[in-house]
């Protein structure tokens, strides 16, 4: 597994500056590009989860769906897209919360999760851990169990761990 987490963390480009001064940005483009480093990526989520009754994989637009698909499938459950608002046609679930300035919203069909789902929440990375947070409280809308949050990057510095785990969900992630 360490052999694997290190190629992960080696197909990560760290561009600094973007998009702001000071920033260290982490890109999963470059992981993506390469077929072995998803594939693994993807492999070690299943290995993970693959007999922890997980009933649905909830993925964050857009990054998150990006790990998310490939996951359910390999699980055999369905996978749920939490979007960016307007984005979906039925009744949704609705869900404020807090960027650095401002507030940003997501939504969820209320009838995608149902009542006493177990939930996997699938992000690209964990910053401050507000998007997940709040796809928590979309699937808790909708009766479910968020108990699992997984990422292929962690920011540590940011405490994103901490915040989710006080909020009694389980996290893993690959790199940090
Ligand atoms: C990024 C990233 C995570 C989130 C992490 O998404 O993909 O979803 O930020 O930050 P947090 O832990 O502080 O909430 P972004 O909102 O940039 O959207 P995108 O995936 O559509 O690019
Ligand atoms: N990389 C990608 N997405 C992000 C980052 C980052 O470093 N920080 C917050 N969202």
């Keep these: 597994t360490q052999s694997k987490l290190e190629l992960i963390r080696n197909s990560i480009i760290t561009i600094p500056n973007y ?6 940005f982490r890109d999963i483009t470059s992981l993506l590009e390469d077929p072995i480093a998803f594939r693994t990526s993807i492999d070690l989520l299943i290995e993970h989860y693959k007999d922890k009754k997980i009933d649905k994989v909830v993925g964050t637009e857009a990054r998150g769906f990006i790990f998310a698909a490939p996951l359910a499938l390999a699980l055999g459950v369905g996978f749920v897209p939490v979007r960016k608002p307007n ?9 404020e919360y807090q960027l650095e300035y401002g507030t940003d919203t997501l939504e969820m069909h ?3 999760i149902k009542p006493n789902e177990r939930v996997l929440i699938i992000d690209d990375l ?3 851990g507000g998007t997940v947070a709040a796809t ?3 699937i808790q809308k909708a ?7 997984a990422f292929v990057i ?10 989710l785990t006080a909020m009694g969900i389980n996290c893993y992630t690959l790199v940090d």
């Design 154 to 163: 962690n920011l540590p510095d940011l405490q994103g761990k901490t915040k």
């Design 136 to 138: 928590a409280k979309l």
């Design 126 to 128: 964990l910053a401050t």
């Design 19 to 24: 998009p702001k001064q000071g920033i260290l």
């Design 143 to 149: 009766g479910g169990i968020a108990e699992d949050a």
């Design 110 to 112: 209320c009838d995608a």
């Design 87 to 95: 984005k979906l046609p039925r009744h949704v679930f609705r869900e």
